[in-house]
Nanobody, 122 residues
C-alpha cells in the first residue's frame, strides 16, 4: 500500500521559515514526479510546486515563487518544500502528491498524503 506522510508543519510568525518533508513508501518513487498542493480555510486545494523525477525541472505557483523551494532525495524516497518569508496567506494544509507527469492539476497525481497544517501568524 502506498503511503505519503508529510511532516514539518507548525505555527510560525510571518517572515519565518519552515521545511516540509514528505516520505513516500513508493517502490517506484524515482519514476514519479512529486508535487505540493495546499488548501487554505474556505478555499479549494491549489497547486504550490512540482518537481520532475530527476529534479531537472521544477515549477512554482506565482504566489510562492522566490520564497519556496522544492527538492527531492530519491535515495530517501523523500520530497521537501523549503518555505521562507512565510506570510499569513500561506496558512493552509499542505499535501504532497505523486504522479507520472509533473503538472499543476490535481487529477495528474494518483497518490496523496494526509496533509500537514501550516499556520502563519501576523
Amino acid at each position: 500500500q502506498v503511503q505519503l506522510v508529510e511532516s514539518g508543519g507548525g505555527l510560525v510568525q510571518a517572515g519565518s521559515s519552515l521545511r516540509l518533508s514528505c516520505a513516500a513508501s513508493l517502490r517506484t518513487f524515482s519514476t514519479h514526479a512529486m508535487a505540493w498542493f495546499r488548501r487554505a480555510p474556505g478555499k479549494e486545494r491549489e497547486f504550490v510546486s512540482s518537481i520532475s523525477r530527476d529534479s531537472s525541472r521544477t515549477n512554482y505557483a506565482d504566489s510562492v515563487k522566490g520564497r519556496f523551494t522544492i527538492s527531492r532525495d530519491n535515495a530517501k524516497n523523500t520530497v521537501y518544500l523549503q518555505m521562507n518569508s512565510l506570510k499569513p496567506e500561506d496558512t493552509a494544509v499542505y499535501y504532497c502528491a505523486a504522479g507520472l507527469v509533473g503538472v499543476t492539476t490535481e487529477i495528474s497525481y494518483g497518490y496523496w498524503g494526509q496533509g500537514t497544517q501550516v499556520t502563519v501568524s501576523s
